[in-house]
């Protein structure tokens, strides 16, 4: 069993930067796609972007820009930086990990394991 623990979110300002983390409790999932998702109040699950043997999927390209997904494979952890953060960036963060098709990494019902999420709130 995969436990998966985010952290490094808060509150900041439009236009600040913050770096989440998740870490994991075992290689396994290391072995895996381990994706993020954010859910933002009244709406649903939101893909972000995912990363499996160092090969990087974003949801589109604005994400693309302003958002980068790293892993430190010793470490067990994959990180979330964000940048230029906008108030609809404010959801509550979700870091995954599974072994979804390629065609359904987008769907949050393909990833097994999931931490319990970090809120970020960004401040216009």
């Known amino acids: 069993q995969v436990q998966l623990v985010e952290s490094g979110g808060g509150l900041v300002q439009a236009g600040g930067s913050l770096r989440l983390s998740c870490a994991a409790s075992?290689?396994?999932?290391?072995?895996?796609?381990m994706a993020w998702f954010r859910q933002a109040a009244g709406k649903d699950r939101e893909f972000v972007g995912a990363?499996?043997?160092?090969?990087?999927?974003y949801a589109d390209d604005s994400v693309k820009g302003r958002f980068t997904i790293s892993r430190d494979t010793a470490k067990n952890t994959m990180y979330l930086e964000i940048n230029s953060l906008k108030p609809e960036d404010t959801a509550v963060y979700y870091c995954?990990?599974?072994?979804?098709?390629?065609?359904?990494?987008?769907?949050?019902?393909?990833?097994?394991?999931w931490g319990q999420g970090t809120q970020v709130t960004v401040s216009s």
């Open positions: 995954a990990a599974g072994t979804p098709i390629l065609s359904n990494r987008r769907n949050p019902e393909a990833y097994r394991y």
């Open positions: 075992d290689r396994t999932a290391s072995r895996q796609d």
């Open positions: 990363i499996r043997s160092g090969r990087i999927t």
